[in-house]
């Protein structure tokens, strides 16, 4: 049989391999690395068994198996790769995938439920992914089964010949059978697109039971080991100090703006009222809503999301103070904690600071080396485009104050009791780099203002005037996507 392995060859192996394993595992989890295996393949080619056989040869403790099923209501209402990046493995861990981002795209395809350009665009947004994970110190192991078809129609026989297994053999098995070739060319055409330096395929031949085995066995270690052994050494994570460019977009707004408390409470009212129909209606319309916020400290940004909060229905929405990442979180992709929260259909999420936060204060406090917070820009990109593109209606706020305006606010603070607690020593150290804070925020303005996810720019001197504008707003963006 071709790519077959005695058995004598085969016990060598497997002994040398459970203890490399091991060990890799053991530096795995003191790297700051994890790892994530994705099993493709033809059905019937063996992916149980290697995991079974994987989880002895591993210290199972360290590691999770996920075998995904039709999606749930859950994860229905959220975009595609929620169900996936909530089980990413923190850093030291390890995360098998029976089921993953490419099986349901492929099924599509091969039913016809999608096409062909639907395919090629779903690969593309794959490839978005696994570069980003790459990037942020996941270990991406990729590995097809491959039986022929004539292989496939023994396996599954003999399956079926034994009580003890033939309910491994199902009624879809078979299905999918008469649909091989089409299956393998889509397959096929998936592997190709989305195969990278970074992210590779490995196509194993696994009608012979011990090729396959170790043959897998020895991809990941090699793959664990190479990652390892080039783990860069900590980025350098000074901080940045961009210039301010005259007449940006920024100092270029009337913050001269006001409303008068009549015209205010008015207003306020009205655009409450609407506000809280109109998030009742996201149900109905299969659709739901973000709100994100950012601004200088002071800006008053909890002061509109309170304005906002009042006019919704408690059971409707979730209101997000985005503070630095807890260990949980740092032990992960950074937009993983962003991912994992994403409301359901007919629900409103609203961010009191966001994802931005990696090219604003990470940025200019040095949390982030200059790699991580540059291709932030792209990666929050097509974050949002996914948002998007599943019906999330996506608002972004800058609220913009002036540096004299700021030090009013925060001497109020100090000398009102009930305002005390919110101004820190970070506050004002965070003051001191106004300039380098404004450079940044343009930069991000500029870099990730997108037609479907565009940044509303609010004068906050008036705090009258900036919640009325950001009201107004929404009512305004739900009117025309909701009609």
């Known amino acids: 049989m071709k790519d077959a392995l005695s058995k004598p060859a085969y016990e060598a192996a497997a002994a040398d391999l459970r203890v490399a394993l091991l060990q890799a595992q053991k530096e795995l989890a003191a790297s700051g690395f994890s790892l994530v295996v994705l099993l493709g393949g033809m059905e019937g080619s063996g992916r149980g068994d290697f995991v079974n056989l994987l989880l002895t040869w591993l210290d199972a403790r360290g590691v999770e198996v996920h075998a995904l099923g039709d999606p749930t209501d859950e994860e229905r209402e959220r975009p595609f790769f929620w169900r996936f990046w909530r089980l990413l493995p923190p850093a030291g861990r390890t995360a098998v995938f029976l089921t993953s981002w490419y099986t349901d795209p492929i099924l599509d395809r091969l039913f016809k439920r999608a096409s062909r350009r639907r395919f090629e665009e779903q690969m593309g947004r794959v490839v978005q992914l ?3 994970l790459v990037e942020e110190r996941v270990v991406l192991v990729k590995l097809w089964f491959q039986l022929s078809k004539r292989e496939q129609a023994e396996r599954f026989k003999a399956l079926r010949k034994d009580p003890a297994t033939r309910w491994r053999v199902t009624g879809r098995d078979w299905r999918l059978h008469k649909k091989y070739h089409r299956l393998r060319k889509i397959s096929r055409l998936a592997l190709a697109e989305t195969g990278s330096a970074e992210a590779p395929w490995r196509v194993i031949e696994a009608a012979d039971r011990r090729y396959r085995e170790a043959t897998a066995a020895r991809t990941i270690l090699s793959c664990l080991r190479r990652a390892l052994a080039r783990a860069p050494k900590a980025s350098p994570r000074k901080p940045d100090a961009p210039k301010p460019k005259p007449g940006n977009a920024i100092r270029g707004l009337d913050l001269s703006l006001k409303l008068s ?14 506000l809280g129909s109109l998030t009742r209606d996201l149900r109905r319309k299969g659709r739901s809503l973000i709100l994100a916020f950012e601004g200088p400290d002071a800006a008053g940004k909890g002061g509109a999301i309170r304005r906002l909060s009042a006019a919704m229905d408690a059971k409707l929405y979730t209101v997000k103070s985005v503070a630095a990442p807890s260990d949980e979180e740092k032990a992960h992709p950074y937009l993983w904690r962003f991912w994992r929260e994403l409301p359901r259909t007919g629900r409103v999420a609203v961010y009191d600071r966001t994802w931005y936060g990696r090219v604003l204060v990470e940025r200019i406090e ?3 080396a200059p790699g991580q917070w540059r291709r932030a820009f792209g990666e929050i990109n097509a974050f949002e485009e996914q948002l998007r593109d599943f019906g999330v209606i996506v608002l972004k706020f800058w609220i913009a104050i002036s540096r004299a305006e700021q030090l009013r606010r925060f001497k109020d603070r100090q000398t009102t009791p009930y305002k005390q607690y919110k101004l820190t020593e970070e506050d004002w150290r965070n003051r001191e780099k106004w300039d380098a804070y404004e450079a940044a925020a343009c930069e991000m303005l500029e870099r990730t203002d997108a037609p479907g996810a565009p940044w509303v720019l609010v004068e906050g001197e008036d705090k ?7 009201l107004k707003t929404i009512v305004k963006r739900l009117e025309r996507e909701l009609s």
């Open 130 to 132: 696994e570069r980003m």
């Open 366 to 368: 040095g949390f982030a």
């Open 464 to 470: 009258r005037w900036a919640r009325i504008k950001i």
């Open 261 to 274: 408390p009549d015209a205010f409470k008015e207003s306020l009212d009205l655009l409450q009222g609407r």
